[in-house]
């Protein structure tokens, strides 16, 4: 049999013919053609890898053989056509949150160079310690304190395939400090399914800190802010809810070196917060 499988790609295209292999719900269509335009559209098909010469009739037999292939359902109610039932994608519009989920390879869930903006709310944690230094140990006035809220805002793109980069502001406030934090990120998509995506990321940039309560009631000399170096690494899961938009859940990990240092008339101290944990939830906008 002469048919090739260049043969079959390019006949699906002449008669328009949508193959599937991801779930997806097509409608049935209905398509008239007599043989000789079948045969004409295989000649036209042969022709793109093989010379006049070498053409030959397609007997019925490897035109059955070639339709199954294509998974085209016949029907010779009439011997002078042939009844083509082909699939057709849907027309409906597609709604604004789809929940069929399919846990399969998605190539195409991203572009190169596609960009996004998110917003995000969340849970943080900061380790923190005191160090007395001279004289009599300082007494603070209050518990250091240790977990607040968060809220986050982020513009990315994509970068390659799988690849992409962000940058990011996050406002961190606990009982009585508060943290500005402007990072970048580098992220790689490690799993990438019809439901969403699973990054991991590596985070550097510059934190902020200032009390909103100071940690001792008499000083002399009390930081009232500081500033460090940060970095670390994120793990992020996205859910697509439609092709705009998408929801994500993601934990950070940080590390920082804020000191604030107390001299009172008794003695001196400094109080070091450390590292970070963060979890956060957020919807992106794709654009």
Known sequence: MRIYKYTIITLSLLLNINLYADGSNPKIVYKTVT??????????????????STQEKVSQDELNSLLDELGIVKDYSNADSVTIIKK?????????????FNFSKKADSKTTYQ???????GLSSVQSEVTNH??????????????????GAEYGMYVSQNFFATLNYQRMSLSDVDFNNYYASINYDVLDLSVGTWSVGYVAGWSMMTWSNNPVATTTNVDIGSGSLMNG?????????????????AYQYWLMEHFTRIETYTGSAEIKHSFTHNMKIGVKYKF
Not at 115 to 121: P, W
């Open 35 to 52: 043989t000789d335009e079948l045969q004409a559209l295989i000649d036209r098909a042969k022709n793109s890898k093989t010379t006049a």
């Open 115 to 121: 960009k996004y903006v998110a917003l995000s709310f």
């Open 134 to 151: 001279s004289g009599a140990p300082v007494t603070l006035n209050h518990t250091l304190g240790t977990s607040g809220n968060s809220f």
């Open 233 to 249: 690494l994120q793990s992020e899961f996205d859910v697509y809810l439609n092709d705009k938009f998408s929801f994500y859940m």
């Open 88 to 100: 057709d994608k849907q027309t409906e519009d597609t709604p604004f949150f789809d929940f069929n």
